[in-house]
Structure formats: structure tokens, C-alpha cells
T-cell receptor, first 114, second 113 residues
Framework: NAGVTQTPKFQVLKTGQSMTLQCAQD?????MSWYRQDPGMGLRLIHY???????DQGEVPNGYNVSRSTTEDFPLRLLSAAPSQTSVYFC?????????????FGPGTRLTVL | AQSVTQLGSHVSVSEGALVLLRCNYS??????LFWYVQYPNQGLQLLLK??????LVKGINGFEAEFKKSETSFHLTKPSAHMSDAAEYFC???????????FGRGTSLIVHP
């Protein structure tokens, strides 16, 4: 199993550009989520999904869109990049929606918006 | 509602010394508690978790944590620090029926030779 994969690893954007961060898991996990990590802020939840076709907002959803058409994939779209979106983005998944389940994280995408 | 507080954004220890990373939680129902570790330029990985079985939980790499309900704490310890333990450590809380964990802000462990 590859686990949770994210592409790209690094990205530089100009203000106003759009892009999609890719996330895929091959563990047949039901729950997937996106976090951003900023210094001193820990992990903040952007969006999450409890299954194909079902998504919801987390703590900091503004400026981001998600969709989940398959169990495996959960892309994160930046609609119009802003410098405040400079961050490290992590995708995570877990087997079920039970709170005791372990979260499995991807390696992250480091995004810089100029 | 649930929340977690990690005391100390940075903890510095000498190699061979005791490691103690503090985590206090708030939850209206019995919680599930986790410690994750993040090595430089990597994603988070699970160290250990408490799911209402034994209150003393043993994890990977010699780490353990004790769930203390009376103190609402879940501190992470390791008897003897190793240079390879230098990393960012995150405490997280969730609960049955709420699959969305809440993460603390993280504690950076620095290990001096």
C-alpha cells in the first residue's frame, strides 16, 4: 500500500492564480480531510469528507473548495490564491468515521503564494 | 465540545534525560486521546492512542502516556531521550460519534547531545 499520497510536494503560485492539490489513498478509507499547518497554529481543519459525494467545512474553509467523487481521491482547490494561503497542507484519512480511528497523513504540500 | 492544550511550544532535553510533554484535554464525554509525531519535512504519524482500555498506553519508540481523568491530562513520557526523538509532537482528542479530531498546537522537542 502506498498509503496517503499528495502531489505536488512543492508549489509556488502568484496571487490570483488557481490550482488543485491532489490527495489519494489506497486503503479504502471512508473519512478524508485536509489540514493546513502554520507555525504556532498547529493543524487547522479546512474541509472533510465522510464518504464519496459527502463533504463539509472545517474550521478554515474560506478560499478552498473540495469534492469527493470516489473513495480514493479528495482534491483541494484554491480558487484565487492569496499570500495568506502560504502554508503546508496535509491530507489525512481514516478507516471509518469512528472517533477512535487513527488518522493517516500524507507527506504534505508546501505552498507559497507570492 | 472538545479541545486540547499542549503546555510549552518548545521542550529542550539532553540526550539520555527524561522526556515529558504535557497535554490537557477538555471533553464533555469520555474522550479518545492521541499523540502524533512529525519528523522534519514529513507528515504526522501515530505514536500511541487511548481508547478507554488501559490508562497507561505504550507506543512506538519507547514512548508512553497515562490517561488521568481526574487531572484531564494525557502527558507523553520517555525515560531516556535519543537524538532521533527530535521532532514536533501533537496531542489530539476526539470522541465517539465525532470523527473529527481536535489537535493541539504542537510541542517541538529539542534534544541536545
Amino acid at each position: 500500500n502506498a498509503g496517503v499520497t499528495q502531489t505536488p510536494k512543492f508549489q509556488v503560485l502568484k496571487t490570483g492564480q488557481s490550482m488543485t492539490l491532489q490527495c489519494a489513498q489506497d486503503m479504502n478509507h471512508e473519512y478524508m480531510s485536509w489540514y493546513r499547518q502554520d507555525p504556532g497554529m498547529g493543524l487547522r481543519l479546512i474541509h472533510y469528507s465522510v464518504g464519496a459525494g459527502i463533504t463539509d467545512q472545517g474550521e478554515v474553509p474560506n478560499g478552498y473548495n473540495v469534492s469527493r467523487s470516489t473513495t480514493e481521491d479528495f482534491p483541494l482547490r484554491l480558487l484565487s490564491a492569496a499570500p495568506s494561503q502560504t502554508s503546508v497542507y496535509f491530507c489525512a484519512s481514516s478507516y471509518s468515521v469512528e472517533g477512535a480511528d487513527t488518522q493517516y497523513f500524507g507527506p504534505g504540500t508546501r505552498l507559497t503564494v507570492l | 465540545a472538545q479541545s486540547v492544550t499542549q503546555l510549552g511550544s518548545h521542550v529542550s532535553v539532553s540526550e539520555g534525560a527524561l522526556v515529558l510533554l504535557r497535554c490537557n484535554y477538555s471533553s464533555s464525554v469520555p474522550p479518545y486521546l492521541f499523540w502524533y509525531v512529525q519528523y522534519p519535512n514529513q507528515g504526522l504519524q501515530l505514536l500511541l492512542k487511548y481508547t478507554s482500555a488501559a490508562t497507561l498506553v505504550k507506543g512506538i519508540n519507547g514512548f508512553e502516556a497515562e490517561f488521568k481523568k481526574s487531572e484531564t491530562s494525557f502527558h507523553l513520557t520517555k525515560p531516556s531521550a535519543h537524538m532521533s526523538d527530535a521532532a514536533e509532537y501533537f496531542c489530539a482528542v476526539s470522541r465517539g460519534g465525532s470523527y473529527i479530531p481536535t489537535f493541539g498546537r504542537g510541542t517541538s522537542l529539542i534534544v541536545h547531545p
